[in-house]
T-cell receptor
Framework: GDSVTQMEGPVTLSEEAFLTINCTYT??????LFWYVQYPGEGLQLLLK?????DKGSNKGFEATYRKETTSFHLEKGSVQVSDSAVYFC????????FGKGITLSVRP | GAGVSQSPRYKVAKRGQDVALRCDPI?????LFWYQQALGQGPEFLTY????????KSGLPSDRFFAERPEGSVSTLKIQRTQQEDSAVYLC??????????????FGPGTRLTVL
């Protein structure tokens, strides 16, 4: 069945550092890929998405590229801020969403 | 309202009690999903509806779990004879349609269930 694997966390960075969060998936066909974010005390929010191979999703300075050949959708940001501290979930979608375990990012001032 | 709402936000139940969790989707959204999120884990699919039809309930962990959406709008997730392992956050999400994989699912704030 479908599955999503995220790198182990938590991750702690200093402000303005470069961020990479790895995500790989297992699925048949061509699912859509998503990154969701959960800020402290808030619900899940869509951060970005990509619907086909080589698509790049981007939002709020975050980017991720749908790599079919490596079945990956790694999340990157060039300069993180304290306000980026949250839990990040990678997910794939056909009808339902299949999520990874999530990773907690803490950004220090 | 503008978003998905869920009630109650927090529920404490004694083991063996029945609970009912409510979800109000975004107006006009055809599809409604329930997910279960255990502590420190990602959400896991429970069931989904297209209008009033329950099209997939493969994620329901046991026959103690039951979901309905009788008029194609509000949905209720019922858990009978709650067990400690049912403690989790229950998330509801809605979207315009199911079969379009690009459609975004909008999530509610969740109901945190604690079974003592």
């Amino acid at each position: 069945g479908d599955s999503v694997t995220q790198m182990e966390g938590p991750v702690t960075l200093s402000e303005e550092a470069f961020l990479t969060i790895n995500c790989t998936y297992t699925a048949t066909g061509y699912p859509s890929l998503f990154w969701y974010v959960q800020y402290p005390g808030e619900g899940l929010q869509l951060l970005l998405k990509a619907t086909k191979a080589d698509d790049k999703g981007s939002n709020k300075g975050f980017e991720a590229t749908y790599r079919k050949e490596t079945t990956s959708f790694h999340l990157e940001k060039g300069s993180v801020q304290v306000s980026d501290s949250a839990v990040y979930f990678c997910a794939l979608k056909r009808s339902k969403l299949t999520f990874g375990k999530g990773i907690t990012l803490s950004v220090r001032p | 309202g503008a978003g998905v709402s869920q009630s109650p936000r927090y529920k404490v139940a004694k083991r063996g009690q029945d609970v009912a969790l409510r979800c109000d989707p975004i107006s006009g959204h055809v599809s409604l999903f329930w997910y279960q999120q255990a502590l420190g884990q990602g959400p896991e699919f429970l069931t989904y509806f297209q209008n009033e039809a329950q099209l997939d309930k493969s994620g329901l962990p046991s026959d103690r779990f039951f979901a309905e959406r009788p008029e194609g709008s509000v949905s209720t997730l019922k858990i009978q004879r709650t067990q400690q392992e049912d403690s989790a956050v229950y998330l509801c999400a809605s979207s315009l349609a199911v079969w379009e994989p690009r459609n975004e699912q909008f999530f509610g704030p969740g109901t945190r269930l604690t079974v003592l």
